[in-house]
């Protein structure tokens, strides 16, 4: 089951930020200056947002097989209709579509995960199933330049509109098939004894944290807990750093003077050293039931990191220290998403999980906006990437302040 949720996601990420790699040639055919790439790329987390909680609360309510199946298939018609975009606004409006078609989709993951792992173990297997983005952008990076150039003019379209059609098929043939791979629940699992699944459920169950005192509160309410908004906007300052860095990399590559095929080999590197470092550190989170200083220590890493990167002076000590940033932001992430699920059960997880990385996922859009009006009012990224930097710092220092005190389970149930 995990394999296949870490390939659909690995095609998710891949739909979502394949933008970058066409817009190598797409922004000079069709026009866009860096302030409109930037602000369309990102129009994909407004959509994001406008839908991320109400899909979720679907999935919770459906089951997450139907839903993701649904999820799947609409992003990979509307990622694929991006290639008959002309100019911005087709552009603006396929980028909003693509983000509520994708809306609910990793929430949707991590509360189906729940599900299946106690909490205990969750920054490790989050970390397994969130390798999939940086193995994406690795993978995606070659894949995407080798597209580009291999099929520019075939059959009248150009590279950058073949690369969102060949791209989006994968995710159109596995959404169908989620329909056959996963069940909703591990009492439905028909590769699990009945014994395992009993032990399974029961495992999770202990998970549950107990009732509070005095009235239940509603579902507004319990999305509305201080902690859980501080949490987003932690997610905000790390979206903000993920897709600054995703989003423009292959055009701060480009600028070093490398053709579409090499500025996408270079621009895997960064991806690769964030796989390598990513399920370590996760692993180390789960071994010492740590959860706040795992999210905030490398968080502040990527932001000295990608300071340092603002003032390289050449492109191999830029491209190392934008390596080491895209590592610190990966490494904080899956740690980052056992918090919240701590904090919430049932019904108020599934709203919980998706308002925080709908609110959180807006850092997206503010990310690849800010560095597209920086580039185009200054004519560098170097300011651009200081003022992410100093972002990612302030986000750190907040995820120790907030982290403090949201306690893992321990391994034999109890709290933390």
Known sequence: MLPFLMLCYFCAYLDRVNVSFAALTMNRDLGLSASAYGFGAGLFFLGYFAFEVPSNLILARVGARV????????????????????????????????????????????????????????????GIFMVAVPLSAAVGAPLSGLILTATDGAYGLAGWQWLYLIEAAPSLV?????????????????????????????????????????????????????????????YFGLS??????????????????????????????????????????????????????????????????LA???????????????????????????????????????????????????????GGFFGPSLMGWIRDATGRFDHALAAVAALLVVTGLAAARIGRGIAPPRRDGTGG
Do not use: K
């Not at 439905?188 to 459920?201: I, K």
């Not at 071994?287 to 968080?299: D, I, Y």
């Open 174 to 234: 596995l959404g169908l098939c989620t329909l056959v791979v996963l069940t909703d629940r591990p009492a439905e699992a028909p590769w699990l004894t009945p014994d395992e699944r009993g032990a399974l459920v029961a495992r999770i169950a202990a998970d549950a944290p107990a009732p509070a005192p005095g009235p239940v509160p509603s579902l507004a309410e319990a999305l509305l807990q201080p902690r859980l908004l501080g949490l987003a906007g932690v």
């Open 240 to 305: 903000t750093g993920l897709y600054a860095i995703g989003l423009w990399l292959p055009q701060i590559v480009s600028g070093f003077g490398l053709d579409p095929l090499a500025t996408s080999l270079v621009s895997a590197l960064p991806y690769l050293l964030a796989a390598a470092g990513m399920v370590p550190w996760t692993r180390h989170s789960d071994a010492t039931g740590e959860r706040a200083w795992h999210v905030a220590l490398p968080t502040v890493f990527a932001g000295l990191a």
């Open 67 to 126: 839903w993701i199946a649904r999820i799947m298939v609409t992003w990979a018609l509307v990622s694929g209709a991006t290639a008959f975009v002309t100019g911005e606004v087709s552009f603006y409006l396929v980028r909003f579509a693509l983000g509520l078609a994708e809306a609910g989709f990793f929430p949707g993951i991590i509360l189906y995960l729940t599900l299946w792992f106690p909490a205990a173990e969750r920054a490790r297997i989050v």
């Open 308 to 362: 340092a990167a603002s003032r390289a002076e050449g492109p191999v000590f830029a491209v190392l220290c934008l390596s080491l940033a895209s590592l610190g932001v990966f490494a904080a992430l899956p740690t980052f998403w056992t918090l919240p699920t701590v904090l919430l059960s049932g019904r108020a997880a599934a709203g919980g999980i998706a308002l925080v990385n709908a609110v959180g996922g807006l």
